[in-house]
């Protein structure tokens, strides 16, 4: 039998329509829009002027601390301008502006495509050197990757999770990157291994991907300690604490860290990054991002430069069809749908999903039943049935009791709910006021320790 | 016979007995609360709106009886006429709040404002507010998912799909719930205004647009575009432009009217007729008016 997680999960409809089509190179567009806040943390702080000329891997922002992340450019020619942009949340956020001239890289960029096998830095100048590259966690939470490799003081790391699992429906691009670059991603794990001084490692991937199971499980016996892990078909398995149960089999215990159990978790699409960065010395100026959906004309994969307008992505997938209803940055599952799609594609751009008018229709929400599905397919061992109205009827403290935060906001209750109940929507609010009420109370804490 | 008139007289002892230890037990733990404060809290509407920052009717009362001035706080349901009572009888001087009402400051109808996209989630503001900035090209105004018609105790507010939020004059209060649960901070509690016939009059600016004129133009037809004709021709010095947007101080406005006529968009709304064009004389008719009572403390509630 396949591991998975223990409790809860759901089958969702896979709908992998790219995952035959290759990663094919985007044109580089006549101008990117490169946002200063891709990541999780403080946004980077522009290092460039207006009119400057700029190289392809040039730093152009600088990390605006530590749980932030440098941003380079990822095409060559003059900074236009520095300013607001409106994201695909309707939210302003700042921007720079680059008219692309040419496509002129940074000389220390190597960009043959042999593999560089021969790890010369030390663990600690990998984890600089990924830092400086401008790392990012590559499945869609963008957590600066350097702060999940400084394993903190008194925490020992055992085992490295590598997430191959691309439970979210529809996404392929992790798909494809395992099987067109599977040495590259091998290595990057071996100089993770070799930065948080582990000799385990696992990859987790989901028995839908059988060639990609089987081509890393091929290349991964030349890479000692390096474990592929085939599971068993379940959503949410590519969360953190799901993968860390199915590949490792421990529970990560509420409102602790994957490092509390002794492992850190990355996605194949970041150790991929990670080679190219440490052995390459190449920023993270592009990614794979994954264009597909029902009503797309050739849903397809492609290999895009950071800043790239989403619609540009679109167009080289067939153009957005008449019977369009949605278009969602990331997955079906957790992804969010966008206001327009004049936005750059940005570090933690795993896919474009559309949706044809039917599907993207809210089904109408009825009476909750009681039936405790909800409950039932929780992967946190949540009640969202209570946890939605707790939050709703503004009960906060009932709330925290009963373990909001540990909610990891998959959506596997909103949509199993036979009533089409709102779920998520309401707990998401409730985890937000609840946090910030627990930051207010940590902060003052932090204050009146400090007047002592 | 023997039997009944035993079980009598056993429980007829055993309550005097009962009775004695409650009444020394009471006695020995009694709390004593000035007997004033349930005085003020009968007087007090007993709604629990918690729209005057204490917790509930009981909360305000003791902190009434408690207080040594209580000019700063007070009732804002019941108003003038509770707080004067309630002063009688703790023998303190009543602050003469100004009445309030809430005033919602955006005008967003479909007519107005083109939607762009479209939002089909949980109707509510907050989760809509959560997800994304606006259905329109603005992204401060109203959602339209009717969070302060939940809030509203008082049922004083509905949305109009043509006028957006309609604030009932007689039934509103003035607690700030909708305020509150407004996550665009739409809705303000801005003083009602000096009746005049009966009528209350104010002017409010019906827009919070901070975008550049331009674009908050592009975004709603009757946005304000910060083009400061209202400030230019306000006697009072009572409008301000800050961050794109006008705002009438109403503790500075006269309610003249004279700034209605010259906003280009309609972004000004007021609870009686713009004055006639060529502005009046301040003599000839009633919009210069004059000046609010004088003992009327201005309300320390800024924006």
């Known amino acids: 039998m396949l591991k998975t997680f223990s409790i809860g999960g759901i089958h969702p409809e896979e709908n992998k329509l790219s995952a035959a089509s290759p990663i094919q190179a985007l044109p580089v567009p006549a101008e990117v829009k490169i946002p200063l806040a891709q990541h999780i943390g403080a946004p980077a702080q522009p290092c460039v002027e207006v009119g400057a000329k700029v190289k392809v891997g040039q730093l152009i922002a600088k990390a605006g601390g530590f749980v932030s992340a440098n941003v380079h450019s990822s095409v060559s020619g003059t900074v236009k301008k520095i300013e607001e942009f409106v994201d695909a949340n309707g939210m302003k956020k700042m921007a720079i502006v680059i008219t692309v001239e040419g496509d002129e890289w940074e000389e220390t960029i190597d960009r043959s495509a042999d593999i560089v096998r021969d790890i010369k830095l030390e663990p600690k100048e990998i984890i600089a050197k990924i830092s400086e590259m401008g790392l990012v966690g590559m499945g869609g939470a963008t957590f600066p990757t350097h702060v999940k490799l400084a394993v903190p003081e008194g925490q020992k790391c055992e085992a490295l999770v590598i997430n191959g699992v691309e439970c979210e429906p529809y996404l392929t691009s992790d798909h494809r990157a395992m099987l067109e670059r599977p040495e590259e991603i091998l290595m990057g794990v071996k100089i993770l291994m070799k930065a948080l001084q582990i000799d385990k490692a696992y990859i987790g991937i989901e028995n839908n991907k059988p060639d990609a199971i089987a081509k890393l499980t091929e290349l991964a016996k030349n890479y000692p300690g390096v474990t592929v892990q085939p599971l068993k078909l379940k959503y949410p398995q590519g969360g953190e604490k799901q993968l860390i149960d199915a590949c490792m089999g421990r529970q990560v215990p509420s409102g602790k860290l994957p490092i509390n159990v002794g492992a850190v978790v990355q996605n194949v699409g970041t150790a991929l990054a990670v080679y190219e960065a440490v052995q390459k010395n190449k920023p993270l100026i592009e990614r794979i991002v994954c264009v597909t959906g029902k009503p797309l004309a050739k849903p397809s994969n492609f290999l895009v430069r950071i800043g790239t307008p989403v619609s540009a992505c679109i167009e080289a997938a067939g153009g957005i069809p008449e019977d369009c209803g949605k278009v969602i940055g990331g997955g079906p599952m957790m992804g969010r749908a966008m206001i327009h799609t004049d936005v750059p594609v940005i570090k933690g751009t795993s896919g474009i999903l559309l949706m044809n008018k039917k599907e993207s229709k809210r089904p109408e929400i009825a009476n909750c039943i009681r039936c405790a599905k909800c409950v039932n397919v929780c992967p946190m061992g949540l009640e969202p049935y209570l946890l939605s109205k707790l939050s709703a009827k503004e009960m906060l403290d009932e709330a925290q009791g009963h373990s909001i935060m540990d909610c990891i906001e998959c959506g596997s209750c909103n949509f199993t709910c036979p009533s089409n109940r709102p779920l998520l929507d309401y707990i998401r609010l409730g985890k937000g006021k609840v946090g910030a009420i627990l930051r207010a109370k940590a902060a003052a804490a932090k204050a009146a320790a400090e007047k002592k | ?303």
């Open chain 2, 1 to 303: 016979m023997n039997s009944v008139l035993i079980t009598i007289a056993v429980l007829a002892a055993l309550g005097c007995l009962l009775a004695v230890i409650l009444y020394f037990v009471s006695q020995k733990f009694k709390v004593y609360e000035d007997p004033k404060i349930a005085e003020v809290e009968a007087e007090l509407p007993g709604a629990n709106c918690g729209g005057c920052g204490f917790p509930g009717c009981h909360g305000l009362a003791e902190a009434l009886a408690k207080a040594d001035d209580i000019s700063a706080i007070g009732c804002p349901v019941g108003g003038a006429a509770v707080m004067a009572k309630i002063a009688t009888i703790l023998g303190k001087e009543a602050g003469s709040a100004e009445p309030k009402i809430a005033v919602a400051r955006c005008s967003a109808s479909c007519s107005t404002r083109i939607k762009v996209t479209e939002y089909d989630g949980a109707q509510s503001c907050a989760i809509a507010a959560s997800h994304f900035s606006s259905e329109t090209g603005c992204a401060f105004a109203c959602l339209g998912h009717g969070d302060c018609v939940k809030a509203c105790k008082f049922d004083a507010i509905s949305i109009d799909p043509e006028k957006g939020v309609v604030v009932d004059e007689e039934k509103c209060v003035a607690c700030g719930a909708c305020a509150k649960a407004c996550p665009k901070n739409v809705i303000e509690i801005r003083a009602k205004g000096r009746a005049v016939q009966g009528k209350n009059r104010r002017v409010w600016v019906n827009c919070v647009n901070k975008d550049k004129g331009p674009v908050a133009m592009k975004a709603c037809k009757s946005a304000c575009i910060a083009c400061g004709k209202c400030a230019k021709v306000c006697k009072f010095n009572a409008i301000v432009i800050e961050n794109n947007v006008a705002y009438i101080d109403y503790t500075k406005c006269k309610a003249c009217g004279l700034c209605l006529n010259e906003c280009p968009t309609h972004a000004l709304q007021a609870t009686f007729p713009a004055p006639p064009k060529p502005a009046p004389k301040p003599a000839a008719e009633a919009p210069v008016v004059p000046p609010v009572q004088s003992d009327v403390k201005p309300a320390d509630k800024a924006e």
